[in-house]
């Protein structure tokens, strides 16, 4: 699995989303049919393509919400070989996964689904506890609590409590309900949206529970007072490495660093506010809880290890006797079972590579369609964002949109973001918004109009002098045989790489999201015709008036 770390480092997630999406396996049997589509739908909504996030995002939620959930309602765990059981990931994994569905949703104006999918999230979890002095246990040590038991029960305790304890990993832990912040601010948000005040609260409050510093947070998205709702992520999550005997425990490595830097928030020139993280991924990757610890993997090369050493004592024991000693005979069977434990026994060091470091959530009132919106987070310049194009919603007074949004994650905080990042203008004429110098005519012809063709946008052309004998169907032809496809039917269901940067893609992102600002606040090179239909209409700036080649009638 090659992590995309360079791409996503300078703000490219199409690049790398539409990569993995040609490779996907297609099979739900192939150990990587999750991780595949867990890492196109994150990629894909960062882009701002919430229609394409949805068929891929709609494939992972059934797999978790049939598959991924226990009778206790903690995640589900796998007690195979980590070699051949089917990729789920981590808890913390599967529930940041359906928060982004639950984004997709929400993007999508489908507050219910957003609601479901945001519900699901909040699974409860399996608390092993802490140790003697307050900290929260790792893996190791549940490993090795694990093993402790197994041995008195090779020792002949046979009391009821060592029975209870052998069986430690199934039993050892306390069912907690979610600490998932980011889950319960959603599930918030959608709850409010579909007129579910108490349920609303009830989520609020659990924030506050959890982190006192929300409380501002919490006061805007009670009072209302906001049409738009930001969910601004930043930084890459923790990378996941196999540690202790045989590799067989599994920990999260942070790549960006956790800290409280807030993020700034202005509209306009409107003096801005600044908002604390309400979800570490680091953190929750590192606590226990978050991590599957019931599929016996941790303790696999602990125990076999163990069982190796006693074994080896136990033959040479026995041996020494003469070898008719039962003790041989049962030195001989723990050095069996501890060398299929060990074989078994290394981590599966797969993970969600395109995971976030951070989550935001920002409630915002928008009323003019032209103010800029700019996001940095505190400390990191090279972070900066600045958003055009985002209005106040369509629809009826009281509607809400939402935009997930990834910021530029440079490992070097200090250098400066990328050109288009920090523009805040939009060059290209698309189905949102105009370009100021629209040059009335498609960017194959050179132009700097992509909106898929219709016959208002082409009377558009006509009124500006431009493609005056040309018909709607015409024009649409000329798309056609440039291989160009207007609409996310026609790449069955998925938007690929957009034309403005070497696709053949005219479907737009949304604005409001870091893909609308990459796309359309730079310049690109011009178009090179691949057909000779296209390439005869956009020679000379005259053929664009009179565009049909000779011979065609229009």
Known sequence: MRTPTAALGRGDYAGPRVDIHQDMQPKRSDRAYLLDRMRVGVLTVADGYPRSAQTVFEEVYDVLRTQGINKDKTVASVVLNEDVKIWKGEPFEQALALT??????AELGSWDNARAAANGSLFRLRDFGEDEDGERIDTYEIARRAVEYERAIEAGDSSEEALRKANYLDNGYAVRDSDFTLGYLLAGIAN?????????????????????????LIEALRDGRYNTVLVVSYGLGPRKEGYGPDNSLARFAPRFPSDDGELQVRVGHVMGRTYT???????????????NLADVRAAKSTIGSLMLVGGAIATQYG????????????GLGALVVGAILKAGAHVDTRYCDVMP???YVVPLYLSDPNERISL??????????????????????GSVQLRYIHLVSSHDPNAPPPSWASSGEIFYTNPYTEAPDNHDAPYILGGNDVRPPTQQILDSYRRAGRLTGMTLADLRELYRAEGIHLAVEDQHGYSDRHLLEGGRSLVSPLPGTTGFARLFGQTHPPYHPQSDAVARIAQPQTSIEHPLPQGDSP
Not at 193 to 203: F, K, N, P, V
Not at 325 to 330: F, G, H, K
């Open 100 to 105: 982004y569905y639950a984004m997709v949703q």
């Open 192 to 216: 409010q949206q579909l007129g579910r005040t108490r349920e609303a609260d009830d989520h609020y409050l659990r924030v506050m529970e959890l982190d006192e510093r929300q409380g501002r």
């Open 277 to 291: 993280p309400v979800q570490d991924v680091n953190v929750m990757a590192g606590d226990h809880m978050w991590n």
């Open 319 to 330: 041996a020494s006797r003469g070898g008719n000693d039962d003790t041989l005979y049962a």
């Open 357 to 359: 470091q951070r989550f």
């Open 376 to 397: 940095e987070v505190q400390g990191r310049p090279s972070s900066r964002l600045v958003l055009a194009g985002l209005g106040p919603p369509d629809g009826s007074a």
